[in-house]
């Protein structure tokens, strides 16, 4: 039974490295968004260690659930496949609002792609957006 015990654990450990919440999990304090991870959002750490750690440019979109032009180029994404190309940060999380103020972002979407060839790129709202994604290659 003790070794039963001990595989069930070794299991749980070893499997839960690398998947891949699909859940969106949100945590309110007197009607406030306090914490929100998983589903296409980025924490505040997996945005650190991803930028850390990337080899090609990361494109980091600022977006939010109730922005319209948002919603639009979220499935312009989907549609074209590009999931793996982009990453996304909610605008109604305390940290990204920080980070837009100090990167003036005005407007939602706007993506900033990190570790470009010379410097960092900047696109302000969805028609620059896309037509960069448009020239992505696969």
Known sequence: MKYFV????????????????????TVTYEDEVVHQAGGKW??????RSLLENHKEPVRV????ETCAPCQRLDRFVKTRQLEDK?????????????LARLMSVEIYPTMVVVGHEKSDLRFDGIKE?????????R
């Open 61 to 64: 979109i600022f977006s939010s």
């Open 86 to 98: 982009v990453v996304w940060i909610n605008a109604k999380e305390v940290w990204v609002r920080d």
């Open 42 to 47: 980025l924490s505040e750490y997996e945005l």
């Open 6 to 25: 001990l595989l069930i654990l070794f299991m749980m450990v070893s499997c839960g490295a690398d998947i891949k919440r699909n859940a969106e999990i």
């Open 129 to 137: 957006i896309v037509f960069h994604l448009i020239n992505i290659k």
